[in-house]
C-alpha cells in the first residue's frame, strides 16, 4: 500500500513539473489548499461559504515509540488491548466575511467512534461512542495580499459542546469509556495560527501553523494535551476545473494532565493519560474540481487521502493507517 501512496506521489509531482505553464488559472479557486486543511482561505467583503466535509480515520495495531507492537505485547502490560478503531466524522462550516479585512468561520463536528479490543482471557469486545464534538469559531484576520500570495492570522476557539461522559458495555460492565472514545475536550480552547498560500497561473502552494492550546481543566478532572499542526502543500491545476495536490502534514500532541477518576490506567492504556502523547507526519494526497459555469458554478468537490510517513507514539497506543476526507464547498 505504501508502494502504491508513492507511485501516486511521483505521477502527480512529474505532472505538476511537466505541465506546468500550460494550463491557466482564470480565477481565485487556484488559491484553495487540499480539502484536509481548514482555514485555509478567506473571502472578500459579503462573501459566504458553506461547507460539508466527511472524514474517514482507520487505526489498526498498536505501537509504542517508533515500534510496532503485537496483541500480546500489550496484554503482558495491560488486561485489555485496543485492536482497532475507526472514526468516521461529519463536519458542517459556515464562513462569511463582514469585511475585506476578517473572515468568520464556525465548524460543527459529528462523530462516530468504534473500537475493537481483546482480553487476557482471548474474549473480544467493541465499543462505541457518536454524538455533537466540539463547536470551533475562529476569526481569519488577512495580514497581507499582493501578487498571488497571501498571509492570514487565525483567532479561534474550541466550545466544549462534545461529550466527556460517554459510557459503553464491556465485559467490566457499563462504565465511563476511555479518553479516545470521549467526543469532547470538556474544555473553551485556543486556536491560535497562521496560513501563507501563493498561486501562478496553474500552479498553487501553501503551509500553515496551526496550535490548540488547553487552558483549564474539565469537569472530569483533566485537561487534554496541547497539540501544534504544521502542513505544507502544492497544488497543480490542469484546466478549468481540476486541481490535484500533494500535502505534507506534521502534528504532535501532549500527553493528558490530570486523569478522569473513574478510569483504571492498570486496565487499558487508553485510560493512561500518560500514554496519549505523540508525533505524526502524514503524507496526502488530493483532488478538487471547482467549475465556474453552469449548475455547478461556485461549488467545488473535493477528496484528499493521507497515511502516515513517521508515527511516534507514547504507548502501547493505537497506531494511524490511512485517513479520507470528502468535502463540498459552495460560495455566494
Ligand atoms: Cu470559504
Not at 179 to 198: A, K, R
Request: aromatic fraction near 8%; proline fraction near 5%; charge should be negative.
Amino acid at each position: 500500500m505504501t508502494t502504491r501512496i508513492w507511485v501516486l506521489a511521483v505521477l502527480v509531482l512529474a505532472q505538476s513539473v511537466m505541465g506546468a505553464g500550460v494550463c491557466d488559472c482564470p480565477d481565485r479557486e487556484c488559491g484553495y489548499a487540499p480539502i484536509g486543511v481548514m482555514g485555509d482561505h478567506t473571502h472578500p467583503a459579503g462573501s459566504a461559504m458553506l461547507s460539508y466535509r466527511y472524514m474517514r480515520m482507520e487505526m489498526n495495531g498498536n505501537r509504542d515509540g517508533t515500534d510496532r507492537l503485537s496483541a500480546t505485547d500489550v496484554l503482558a502490560d495491560f488486561m485489555v488491548t485496543p485492536l482497532e478503531m475507526s472514526m468516521e466524522m461529519h463536519m458542517l462550516g459556515a464562513m462569511w466575511a463582514p469585511s475585506d479585512r476578517v473572515t468568520l468561520m464556525v465548524m460543527q463536528p459529528y462523530a462516530a467512534i468504534e473500537m475493537d479490543h481483546r482480553n487476557r482471557m482471548g474474549a473480544t469486545f467493541t465499543t462505541a461512542s457518536s454524538g455533537l464534538g466540539d463547536l470551533k469559531v475562529a476569526a481569519l484576520i488577512n495580514l497581507f495580499g499582493c501578487c498571488g500570495q497571501h498571509v492570514h492570522l487565525h483567532a479561534g476557539i474550541g466550545v466544549p459542546t462534545g461529550s466527556i461522559d460517554e459510557t459503553g458495555d464491556t465485559p467490566m460492565g457499563h462504565v465511563r469509556l476511555p479518553y479516545p472514545m470521549q467526543l469532547g475536550s470538556g474544555t473553551f480552547d485556543l486556536y491560535p495560527g497562521v496560513t501563507y498560500h501563493g498561486k501562478t497561473d496553474s500552479l498553487s502552494w501553501g503551509g500553515q501553523v496551526l496550535g490548540t492550546i488547553r487552558l483549564v481543566e474539565n469537569d472530569n478532572d483533566y485537561r487534554l494535551g496541547d497539540r501544534v499542526n504544521a502542513t505544507a502543500w502544492g497544488g497543480y491545476r490542469c484546466g478549468r476545473s481540476w486541481t490535484t495536490s500533494l500535502r505534507l502534514n506534521v502534528a504532535r500532541w501532549g500527553n493528558i494532565d490530570g486523569a478522569d477518576p473513574e478510569l483504571a490506567p492498570a486496565m487499558v492504556p487508553t485510560a493512561d493519560p500518560d500514554r496519549r502523547g505523540g508525533t505524526r507526519a502524514d503524507l496526502g494526497l488530493g483532488a478538487a474540481f471547482a467549475t465556474q459555469n453552469g449548475l455547478l458554478a461556485g461549488q467545488r468537490f473535493a477528496v484528499e487521502y493521507s497515511r502516515p510517513l513517521y508515527q511516534d507514539l507514547d504507548g502501547p497506543q493505537l497506531e494511524t493507517d490511512e485517513i479520507l476526507t470528502l468535502g463540498w464547498q459552495g460560495v455566494w
